[in-house]
Structure formats: structure tokens, C-alpha cells
């Protein structure tokens, strides 16, 4: 996906990229690479913008995918997560 270089837009893609992973997420069965993908970008992104609440809900959708996988630590890693919520 090519994205216009312009403030609002670098400000919107995080939005965008978490809605993916969460469409992602919500599939059956999920679409684990994709979600995954999705939300690691968004997270890396809105850290970067300040965007506290929106890496907080990227991270809670990579627990709610990781938590069918049986992998309850990762799972748990991610939910738990403290981000400043500015």
C-alpha cells in the first residue's frame, strides 16, 4: 500500500494498518500473518506520532490473536502492556 507523504496522512496510517490487523483478527480462521504484520506497523508508527491509546489497542489485538495459538505468555506479554495513554 503506497501512502501520500503529507502530515495527516502519516498521522492516519496507524488508524488504517490497526483496522487491518483488526478485520485480520475478527476472520475466520484468523489471519494470523496478516494481523500480526498490521499491528506490529501500527505499533511502530503510532510510537512513534505519540499515539499512546492506539498502540495500547494494537496491543491488545495481538493478545486477543495469539491467545487460540496456545501461546498464553505471548498472549499475555501483549495485554498487559503499559503504554502512556496521552
Given at each position: 500500500?503506497?501512502?501520500?507523504?503529507?502530515?495527516?496522512?502519516?498521522?492516519?496510517?496507524?488508524?488504517?494498518?490497526?483496522?487491518?490487523?483488526?478485520?485480520?483478527?475478527?476472520?475466520?480462521?484468523?489471519?494470523?500473518?496478516?494481523?500480526?504484520?498490521?499491528?506490529?506497523?501500527?505499533?511502530?508508527?503510532?510510537?512513534?506520532?505519540?499515539?499512546?491509546?492506539?498502540?495500547?489497542?494494537?496491543?491488545?489485538?495481538?493478545?486477543?490473536?495469539?491467545?487460540?495459538?496456545?501461546n498464553?505468555?505471548?498472549?499475555?506479554?501483549?495485554?498487559?502492556?503499559?503504554?502512556?495513554?496521552?
Open positions: 500500500m503506497s501512502w501520500p507523504a503529507d502530515t495527516q496522512n502519516a498521522r492516519s496510517k496507524p488508524y488504517v494498518l490497526s483496522l487491518l490487523g483488526n478485520i485480520a483478527v475478527e476472520q475466520e480462521p484468523p489471519v494470523f500473518e496478516g494481523a500480526e504484520e498490521h499491528y506490529h506497523e501500527a505499533i511502530a508508527l503510532a510510537g512513534d506520532l505519540g499515539m499512546g491509546p492506539l498502540v495500547g489497542g494494537c496491543h491488545l489485538g495481538l493478545g486477543k490473536l495469539y491467545r487460540p495459538t496456545g498464553r505468555e505471548q498472549a499475555h506479554e501483549h495485554v498487559t502492556v503499559e503504554w502512556p495513554m496521552e
